[in-house]
């Protein structure tokens, strides 16, 4: 069990009220909160630093020593090999672009990728632009019952010509976890590159890029407890053969422009404050990870102790949801099969668009999300687009038990009428 009470402690937004109720974020799927360490992290650069790089003079010094230390920190948190495998960006969705255009200038017609109905956007249309180049684009359907990925018809479009596959590590609609290993492991064999969305499950477990043989991933800092900030990784031989755009004198090849320094400030205090809570909550999960010391293990022994934390919580939201007359939840619920999903729940209520449900809920101090979440296809596949969707709920490891009891509570009465 995780130690709630100093966890929570270290955000301030929660002692948040609305109407006299107490805020209940469970919105974390669409950014979650952060903690004060990274607020001052944040402050602290603006105060210190706030300066431009690679300058002879002691605020740009410290610039350049805080870069290097935020790139060693997601090395540590993805564990890679090296900061030259890392690139900070604006956001997941422009480092794709920026990929997909490098990739593009490299196919030739006739070439194709593979894509998913399950995935954002993000990880969709920047591949299927490529089709101007030539490329034939394959989008993989799901199993609309549990939203599982078809995977007998993702190997059926694996061949010699495959260069790019697509894909996210969990959907951040319904939480639908991948199995992104397996995933790699087949596109190697025919010899393409794999992309992965790791942005909604990053809070959730951990993640190694050495163990997946991962070619490329990106995240976005934001959804795992830092700011507005994107990381892309990728093996260092994929990226020095790929043709980045990027200005003549810039050095680091997937890194457009002066970055966000503050924010990187922020992203190195976000992956440090998970590293702590490793090293004070995550003694139980050290022997998991034998090949792994300092913060490379508190990285993984704490996703491991959020995981274990998480999985039970969200089987209490399940439980509760399933007996609200007339709720649809999307997904997995199958209880022996959770591990194939992140905390995020996904329902439909008959009667009730997903914006009056969230509406009503907000009012009461839920935060919840209605919608498509830029997962459209989906969403499309599922007969939900024209009706608004769904409504999501996501938990993360500052969470409660209590939260959950009151939030089903709550909307219960919304969906008899009651509010």
């Given at each position: 069990?995780?130690?709630l009470?100093?966890?929570?402690?270290?955000?301030?937004?929660?002692?948040r009220?609305?109407n006299?109720?107490p805020?209940?974020?469970?919105?974390?799927?669409g950014?979650?909160?952060?903690?004060?360490?990274?607020?001052?992290?944040?402050?602290?650069?603006?105060?210190?630093?706030?300066?431009?790089i690679?300058g002879t003079f002691?605020?740009?010094?410290?610039?350049d020593?805080?870069?290097?230390?935020a790139?060693?920190?997601?090395?540590?948190?993805?564990?890679?090999?090296?900061?030259d495998?890392?690139?900070?960006?604006?956001?997941?969705?422009?480092h794709?672009?920026?990929?997909?255009r490098?990739?593009?200038?490299?196919?030739?017609?006739?070439?194709?990728?593979v894509?998913?109905?399950?995935?954002h956007?993000?990880?969709?249309s920047?591949?299927?632009?490529?089709e101007?180049?030539?490329?034939?684009?394959?989008?993989?359907?799901?199993?609309?019952?549990?939203?599982?990925l078809?995977?007998?018809?993702?190997?059926?479009?694996l061949?010699?010509?495959?260069?790019?596959v697509?894909?996210?590590y969990?959907s951040n609609a319904?939480g639908?976890?991948?199995?992104?290993?397996?995933v790699?492991?087949?596109a190697?064999q025919v010899?393409?590159?794999?992309?992965?969305d790791?942005?909604?499950y990053?809070?959730?477990?951990?993640?190694?890029?050495?163990a997946?043989?991962?070619?490329?991933?990106?995240?976005?800092?934001?959804k795992?407890f830092?700011?507005?900030?994107?990381v892309?990784?990728?093996?260092?031989?994929?990226?020095?053969?790929l043709?980045a755009?990027?200005?003549?004198p810039?050095?680091?090849?997937?890194?457009?422009?002066?970055q966000?320094h503050?924010?990187?400030?922020g992203?190195?205090?976000?992956v440090?404050?998970l590293a702590?809570l490793?090293?004070?909550?995550g003694?139980?999960?050290?022997?998991?990870?034998?090949?792994?010391e300092g913060?490379?293990?508190?990285?993984?022994?704490c996703?491991?102790?959020?995981?274990?934390?998480?999985?039970?919580?969200?089987q209490?939201?399940?439980d509760?949801?399933?007996?609200?007359?007339g709720l649809?939840?999307w997904?997995v619920t199958?209880r022996d099969?959770l591990?194939c999903?992140?905390?995020?729940?996904?329902?439909t209520?008959?009667?009730?668009?997903?914006r009056?449900?969230t509406?009503?809920?907000?009012?009461?101090?839920?935060?919840?999300?209605?919608?498509?979440f830029?997962?459209?296809a989906?969403?499309?596949?599922?007969?939900?687009?024209?009706?608004g969707g769904v409504?999501?709920?996501?938990?993360v490891?500052y969470?409660?038990?209590?939260?959950?009891?009151?939030?089903?509570s709550?909307?219960e009465?919304?969906?008899?009428?009651?509010?």
């Amino acid at each position: 069990m995780l130690d709630l009470d100093s966890i929570r402690k270290q955000f301030p937004s929660l002692e948040r009220t609305v109407n006299n109720h107490p805020a209940v974020f469970f919105d974390g799927p669409g950014g979650t909160q952060i903690p004060r360490q990274v607020m001052d992290a944040v402050a602290h650069y603006y105060m210190a630093m706030n300066c431009n790089i690679e300058g002879t003079f002691v605020t740009s010094e410290d610039t350049d020593r805080m870069l290097i230390e935020a790139d060693q920190a997601m090395v540590d948190f993805l564990n890679a090999r090296s900061i030259d495998e890392i690139a900070f960006g604006l956001n997941m969705t422009t480092h794709t672009y920026n990929v997909s255009r490098a990739i593009g200038k490299t196919l030739q017609p006739g070439d194709e990728l593979v894509v998913t109905v399950l995935d954002h956007e993000a990880n969709v249309s920047p591949w299927q632009a490529l089709e101007e180049h030539g490329a034939k684009v394959h989008c993989i359907d799901i199993h609309p019952e549990d939203c599982t990925l078809d995977m007998e018809e993702l190997e059926s479009k694996l061949n010699s010509r495959t260069k790019v596959v697509a894909i996210g590590y969990a959907s951040n609609a319904v939480g639908t976890v991948n199995p992104v290993g397996e995933v790699i492991e087949k596109a190697h064999q025919v010899g393409a590159l794999v992309y992965v969305d790791a942005v909604h499950y990053a809070p959730h477990g951990p993640i190694d890029v050495q163990a997946l043989d991962c070619d490329l991933m990106a995240l976005s800092v934001y959804k795992f407890f830092g700011p507005h900030v994107g990381v892309l990784y990728g093996k260092q031989e994929v990226l020095e053969r790929l043709p980045a755009y990027k200005i003549r004198p810039a050095k680091p090849r997937f890194e457009i422009g002066t970055q966000n320094h503050e924010g990187i400030a922020g992203s190195l205090a976000a992956v440090e404050y998970l590293a702590e809570l490793g090293r004070r909550q995550g003694g139980a999960y050290r022997d998991r990870y034998p090949q792994l010391e300092g913060r490379r293990l508190h990285l993984k022994t704490c996703l491991s102790a959020i995981e274990s934390y998480e999985r039970p919580l969200f089987q209490r939201l399940l439980d509760g949801l399933e007996q609200i007359k007339g709720l649809k939840m999307w997904g997995v619920t199958d209880r022996d099969r959770l591990h194939c999903r992140t905390p995020t729940a996904a329902f439909t209520v008959p009667g009730f668009s997903p914006r009056e449900i969230t509406a009503e809920m907000g009012k009461k101090g839920f935060f919840l999300w209605e919608g498509d979440f830029y997962a459209q296809a989906l969403i499309e596949r599922l007969g939900l687009y024209e009706s608004g969707g769904v409504v999501r709920l996501g938990l993360v490891h500052y969470n409660t038990a209590e939260e959950v009891d009151r939030c089903l509570s709550a909307l219960e009465a919304v969906v008899r009428g009651q509010a």
